[in-house]
């Protein structure tokens, strides 16, 4: 039987490569320029965290981390907030020097020649020229490269969030596996975070120390009190709006300080889930906002998956950046399934 094996870029705590290990993909190593991430990626997978920029990488540190595989795979996704519509309007952002690394990950493929290739990354990258030259590159060397805009609950991922996965191949043609659920038995907060133990704003569980709510202050008390489950801001009496939204231009913006709904798929979770000012991410019934531990869930981390290193202090911003920042371990699952019935199929 062919040895497949893969490196995971940009790995952070490992949410694309807990995906691939669970569909059966060897993930040799992962690399990323954030050190804080190397306790979760090696604490939850049987695989290596290399502390080190792409921009750095060369074709002979790639080739040492492939032991004699018969099929290399390289995959990643690069950091996308310079391509998030959260953050172009700021024409400042394509100076961004996370908007390169792409061209930084297609240098690496010229070279090192990998088999399979997969990218995950936020939708609006489609409409860029790094991403169109990435194409390009890869259908020049030979590649069979096929990418999609897939929204997220056809596969079983609990959030209402759209992502590209572009997938190539030197083996043959290659697609994403179909959709994995109907709407009817899309997975909703309900079925993910419906369970776990209540808790006020600004607690922390007894029984598990990820459970753990950030504090909430006084006038937003009052606000989360009179929120509903999708709906806004609007629902409040007038001495509780923000100012900002008492403006015309502030008016659209809707989902901020806003309540989930049970029966629904959570929104995009964003490496500030835990605020309740910075989205719909209030708790459908209780009076805080998500819990680091449900951003994990709903980010389909399973729940023995540990984040906190005991050996470090717990910031919620660290540790919801991990989070937020994340490859949802499902769609690595999808993306590692895909893979591997490609390659059975060609060999």
């Known amino acids: 039987m062919m040895r497949a094996r893969a490196i995971d870029l940009f790995c952070g705590v490992g949410g694309l490569t807990h995906g691939l290990i669970k569909?059966?993909?060897?993930?040799?190593?992962?690399?990323?320029?954030?050190?804080?991430?190397?306790?979760?990626?090696?604490?939850?997978?049987?695989?290596?965290?290399?502390?080190?920029?792409?921009?750095?990488?060369?074709?002979?540190?790639?080739?040492?981390?492939?032991?004699?595989?018969?099929?290399?795979?390289?995959?990643?996704?690069?950091?996308?907030?310079?391509?998030s519509k959260h953050t172009q309007k700021n024409k400042n952002r394509s100076k961004d020097g996370k908007w390169k690394l792409l061209y930084s990950f297609s240098n690496l493929v010229t070279s090192v020649k990998p088999d399979i290739v997969s990218m995950e990354n936020v939708a609006e990258i489609q409409k860029h020229r790094v991403f169109k030259d990435f194409v390009k590159n890869l259908s020049s060397m030979g590649y069979s490269v096929f990418w999609k805009v897939i929204y997220c609950p056809d596969y079983g991922i609990p959030q209402n969030r759209r992502r590209l996965v572009l997938l190539a191949s030197k083996l043959g043609k290659i697609e994403i596996i179909p959709k994995t659920h109907p709407p009817?038995?899309?997975?909703?907060?309900?079925?993910?975070?419906?369970?776990?133990?209540?808790?006020?704003?600004?607690?922390?569980?007894?029984?598990?120390?990820?459970?753990?709510?950030?504090?909430?202050?006084?006038?937003?008390?009052?606000?989360?009190?009179?929120?509903?489950?999708?709906?806004?801001?609007?629902?409040?009496?007038?001495?509780?709006?923000?100012?900002?939204?008492?403006?015309?231009?502030?008016?659209?913006?809707?989902?901020?300080?806003?309540?989930?709904?049970?029966?629904?798929?959570?929104?995009?979770?964003?490496?500030?889930?835990?605020?309740?000012?910075?989205?719909?991410?209030?708790?459908?019934?209780?009076?805080?906002?998500?819990?680091?531990?449900?951003?994990?869930?709903?980010?389909?981390?399973?729940?023995?998956?540990?984040?906190?290193?005991?050996?470090?202090?717990?910031?919620f911003s660290r540790i919801g950046t991990h989070i937020g920042n994340a490859v949802p371990p499902r769609l690595g699952y999808i993306i590692g399934k895909t893979i591997k019935e490609h390659i059975e199929g060609v060999t």
């Open 23 to 83: 569909a059966g993909i060897p993930v040799v190593a992962g690399i990323d320029n954030d050190k804080t991430c190397r306790y979760a990626f090696e604490k939850n997978n049987n695989s290596t965290f290399i502390n080190k920029s792409i921009k750095e990488l060369t074709k002979q540190d790639l080739g040492k981390l492939y032991p004699k595989a018969d099929i290399k795979i390289l995959v990643g996704c690069a950091p996308c907030q310079s391509f």
């Open 184 to 315: 009817s038995r899309y997975k909703t907060v309900s079925d993910v975070i419906g369970k776990l133990e209540t808790i006020e704003d600004g607690a922390i569980s007894l029984k598990d120390s990820m459970h753990r709510a950030w504090s909430l202050s006084r006038i937003n008390k009052k606000r989360i009190r009179q929120s509903l489950p999708g709906g806004t801001w609007r629902d409040w009496e007038e001495k509780l709006r923000c100012q900002c939204h008492r403006k015309n231009s502030g008016q659209s913006y809707s989902a901020v300080y806003g309540r989930m709904e049970w029966d629904k798929p959570a929104p995009t979770i964003t490496t500030q889930f835990y605020s309740y000012g910075t989205g719909r991410f209030g708790h459908p019934t209780q009076n805080r906002a998500l819990s680091l531990r449900e951003g994990a869930l709903l980010q389909t981390f399973p729940k023995y998956y540990d984040f906190i290193d005991p050996e470090q202090p717990i910031y």
